[in-house]
T-cell receptor, first 113, second 117 residues
Framework: NAGVTQTPKFQVLKTGQSMTLQCAQD?????MYWYRQDPGMGLRLIYY???????DKGEVPNGYNVSRLNKREFSLRLESAAPSQTSVYFC????????????FGSGTRLTVV | AQSVTQLDSHVSVSEGTPVLLRCNYS??????LFWYVQHPNKGLQLLLK??????LVKGINGFEAEFKKSETSFHLTKPSAHMSDAAEYFC???????????????FGGGTRLMVKP
């Protein structure tokens, strides 16, 4: 029972490089989310996908793109990484329109130099 | 609109003493509120949730929280701290989503709990 799996766990990029963060869930959840965590700011929503085939911007979408590949997988892409994108990224999922707790992945620690 | 304020960025207690982590919220709607815990280099784990049922909510590991609408607070407490409680704690309010998109979370800034032996 894996829950939400994120890869990679750690990554160092040079400014201007691109990369994709992968996320997969095995709980048959409809909704998936990408957050970034920065000190003193809690988690902020980057993008979300309410259901397969839909994606929408969250609070801090600039510099990111997402793809909901299928019901299980939701990827986050940085096309041209910037130092301001140094952060810890969390993927999460839940049943749509439900007040259950969200399930979070263990995070990806990204450093852009 | 909704927001969450965790009143202390750091709290330090001695092992065996009570824990109080404070959280105030604002919400245009009847809120659902959560507390999550994050241990170092780990993901977030749900401690407890309030969803308009009983105002005193019991969670895992001996934690509980009381929803006080008049004070717009949802403080987290534990009678006796353990060393394993040292972690970062997040108070979270759930907001109705837009475009029928499901619910979305608004996080407080976090409180780092330190437990001294």
């Amino acid at each position: 029972n894996a829950g939400v799996t994120q890869t990679p766990k750690f990554q160092v990029l040079k400014t201007g490089q691109s990369m994709t963060l992968q996320c997969a869930q095995d709980m048959n959840h409809n909704s998936m989310y990408w957050y970034r965590q920065d000190p003193g700011m809690g988690l902020r929503l980057i993008y979300y996908s309410a259901s397969e085939g839909t994606t929408d911007k969250g609070e801090v979408p600039n510099g990111y793109n997402v793809s909901r590949l299928n019901k299980r997988e939701f990827s986050l892409r940085l096309e041209s990484a910037a130092p301001s994108q140094t952060s810890v990224y969390f993927c999460a999922s839940n049943l749509r329109q439900a007040n259950y707790g969200y399930t979070f992945g263990s995070g990806t620690r990204l450093t852009v130099v | 609109a909704q927001s969450v304020t965790q009143l202390d960025s750091h709290v330090s207690v001695s092992e065996g003493t009570p824990v109080l982590l404070r959280c105030n919220y604002s919400s245009s709607y009847s809120p659902s509120l959560f507390w999550y815990v994050q241990h170092p280099n780990k993901g977030l784990q749900l401690l407890l949730k309030y969803t308009s049922a009983a105002t005193l909510v019991k969670g895992i590991n001996g934690f509980e929280a009381e929803f006080k609408k008049s004070e717009t607070s949802f403080h987290l407490t534990k009678p006796s701290a353990h060393m394993s409680d040292a972690a970062e704690y997040f108070c979270v309010v759930i907001a109705p989503g837009i475009k029928n998109a499901g619910n979305m979370l608004t996080f407080g800034g976090g409180t780092r709990l330190m437990v001294k032996p």
